[in-house]
Each structure stands twice: as C-alpha cells, then as structure tokens.
C-alpha cells in the first residue's frame, strides 16, 4: 500500500506571497492532520481534517488554512507569507474509527525569503 | 491544553548498550501515547505505541512503559545499533474520534560503533 505522499517536496517563497501544500493519504485513511516542524519549536499541530470537516485546530494565525477534498486528499494555504513560517510541513493520516496511529509523509520544506 | 515534556534532549550511546528516553505528559485525560522515529529528511515514523489500559509494551528490541499515576511513560531500545540513531519523539493524545496528538521535542540518539 503506498504511502502518504506530499507535493512538492521543497518550496522557495518570498515573503507576502502565498503558498498551497498538497497531501494524499494513505488509500483508506479519513483523517488527515498537517504538522509545521521547525528546529525551535518541534512539532506543532494545525489542523485535522475528517470527511470534509475540520475536526480540529491548533493555535496557528488564520492565515494557514485548510481544506479535504471528497476523496480526502487535502491541501494546506498559507497567505502573506512570512520569515517565520520557514519550516518543514509535515501531513498525516489515520485510518477511520478508533484508531489513533498517524502515518506521516515525507514533509514539505517551504523556505520564506 | 496538554504538555508533553521529553528527556534528554540528546543521547550517545555505544553499539550494543540500551538507550532510555523519557516523556511525562499532563493531561491526565490523554490515554493513546505513540513514539516516533525520524530520520533525516523524512518524515516521522510511528515505531510502537501504548494505550492507557496497558502497562507495557514490547516489540523486539523496542519496549514502551507507561505509569498513569506518574504521567511517565518510556521508551527502550535494547541492544542499539548504528541505524538506531536519529530523532526520536514522544506523543500523547486523547481519545475522542479526533487526532491532536502534542509531541514531545525530541530525543537525538547517537549510536557509536
């Protein structure tokens, strides 16, 4: 079974543009969370999508949004870009019901300039 | 919200010794705890995981212990090996149908031959 898969890989951006991140879930999985990864504050936890619905949200600025797709594939959106928002952006899915396991992609590395 | 407290923050270790590393939470509520490992330029990657109606939990030369009334919960890696080392992160989440998982901030685990 493939993977969570996370397009593109890297990202340049300058500062005030916008960006869209995309992420496939593993065949199957329902859920899907968006992670931002930096060297000082670690793993940070945006947002999980379950069927269309944003389930949950962390302490992000309304500039990073989100959305699922019907066959839950899900982008993230970051407006105005800026310095600070250089990190990796990792996605995750899990599988429907219970279950809690997250699998993560490989990342997207947005760097601001 | 919940805390997620990890130790050490890096760890040398020689081929072959064990590698303990140490996470306290604080929601008491939190009740599925998981560890990842992730290796560079990838994402994280789940390794094991205890939930809260267990104590312990092993496979192979990894094993997981959890103390509820503490809020501790470890993770061993027994007779380590070179590809043992990278990051390793502590989680915790809650039950409930949705994931906002808060990870710990990492344990960076050397293993020299």
């Known amino acids: 079974k493939a993977g969570v898969t996370q397009t593109p890989r890297y990202l340049i951006k300058t500062r005030g543009q916008q960006v869209t991140l995309s992420c496939s879930p593993i065949?199957?999985?329902?859920?899907v969370s968006w992670y931002q990864q930096t060297p000082g504050q670690g793993l940070q936890f945006l947002f999980e999508y379950f069927s269309e619905t944003q389930r949950n949200k962390g302490n992000f600025p309304g500039r990073f949004s989100g959305r699922q797709f019907s066959n839950s594939r899900s982008e993230m959106n970051v407006s105005t870009l800026e310095l600070g928002d250089s990190a990796l952006y990792l996605c995750?899915?899990?599988?429907?019901?219970?279950?809690?396991?997250?699998?993560f992609g490989p990342g997207t590395r947005l760097t601001v300039t | 919200g919940e805390n997620v407290e990890q130790h050490p923050s890096t760890l040398s270790v020689q081929e072959g010794d064990s590698a303990v590393i140490k996470c306290t939470y604080s929601?008491?509520?939190?009740?599925?705890f998981p560890w990842y490992k992730q290796e560079l330029g990838k994402g994280p990657q789940l390794i094991i995981d205890?939930?809260?109606?267990?104590g312990e939990k092993k496979d192979q030369r990894i094993a997981v212990t959890l103390n509820k009334t503490a809020k501790h919960f470890s993770l061993h890696i027994t007779e380590t090996q070179p590809e043992d080392s990278a990051v390793y992160f502590c989680?915790?989440?809650?039950?409930?149908?949705?994931?906002?998982?808060?990870f710990g901030t990492g344990t960076k685990l050397q293993v020299i031959p």
């Open positions: 995750a899915s899990s599988p429907v019901g219970d279950s809690y396991e997250q699998y």
């Open positions: 989680a915790a989440s809650r039950a409930g149908g949705y994931q906002k998982v808060t």
């Open positions: 929601d008491s509520a939190s009740n599925y």
């Open positions: 065949s199957g999985h329902r859920s």
């Open positions: 205890i939930r809260s109606n267990v």
